[in-house]
């Protein structure tokens, strides 16, 4: 009876997968035209050293209720010159599990002195870094950061001939990005990462704290790991996990 039991636990599972993309999700550009866009998994940039599964272009979907949120936090931050810069939107399951794939292959580390210099990849799982879910997959949650309306040229990144620099280092150090300073680059896997750390100055204790409360105001909730992180509270589909291509 066994089977019996797993095959009642997946039914009754709240949890779905969804492969078409529904009508309530939207292109953020077509609510927020202006808004800076930095799509780190089409690229090579990010941890897993690759173009990730499920991402073939730079675009950013989300909900429609997320995407017309986040246009009330880049209304308020326009009158003062600045805007938002988003890092990765919805992402596909199959990312995920492109992540899960690259977290159990231990000699794969070609980008660990940039993103994950003080961390042993064994625990990558355990620390809470990668995940076999994500709230991305839901469609409601966004890595963004706050830059200025004209922001400078930020550097290309060819991966194994950019020198990589550690993700916690001095913005003057790390690699260069064209958002405020927060205090660590996206996708750092490192406590200086978690928004409320004391240990930042206190320019970037302010910048997070502005990011925060403006994130809040609309409707999202931060992640204690990640200060770049948020998802919508009264998130659309907080039981489905999709998984269209970003195309």
């Known amino acids: 009876m066994k089977w ?81 810069k988003i890092y990765d939107c919805y992402r596909p399951q199959r990312a995920v599990n492109h992540f899960v794939r690259w977290a159990e292959d231990l000699h794969d580390t070609k980008t660990r002195t940039e993103f994950y210099p003080t961390v042993d990849k064994r625990h990558l799982f355990r620390d809470g870094y990668i995940a076999r879910r994500s709230g991305h997959s839901r469609g409601s949650t966004v890595d963004l950061t706050i830059v200025d309306l004209s922001p400078e040229p930020q550097p290309s990144f060819i991966l194994g001939k950019t020198e990589q620099k550690a993700c916690f ?3 003057a150090e790390r690699f260069k990005d064209n958002g405020l300073d927060m205090g660590t680059g996206f996708d750092c896997f490192h406590e200086l990462s978690h928004p409320e750390n004391p240990a930042l100055p206190e320019q970037q204790r302010a910048y997070r704290l502005i990011l925060k ?15 770049w992180h948020f998802t919508l509270k009264n998130e659309s589909f907080p039981d489905t996990y999709f998984d269209f291509v970003v195309k």
């Open 4 to 84: 019996f039991t797993t095959l009642l636990f997946f039914l009754c599972s709240a949890t779905a997968f969804a492969s078409e993309i529904p009508d309530s999700f939207v292109e953020i550009r077509e609510v927020i035209p202006e808004i800076l866009m930095d799509i780190r998994y089409v690229t090579e940039h990010n941890f897993a050293g690759a173009k990730v599964d499920g991402y073939e272009a730079a675009k950013c979907y989300l909900t429609r209720k997320a995407a017309h949120a986040l246009s009330g936090v880049q209304d308020d931050l326009r009158p003062f010159g600045f805007g938002l």
């Open 169 to 171: 280092l001095p913005a």
């Open 213 to 227: 409360t403006l994130m809040e105001k609309h409707g999202f909730r931060y992640y204690d790991k990640e200060w």
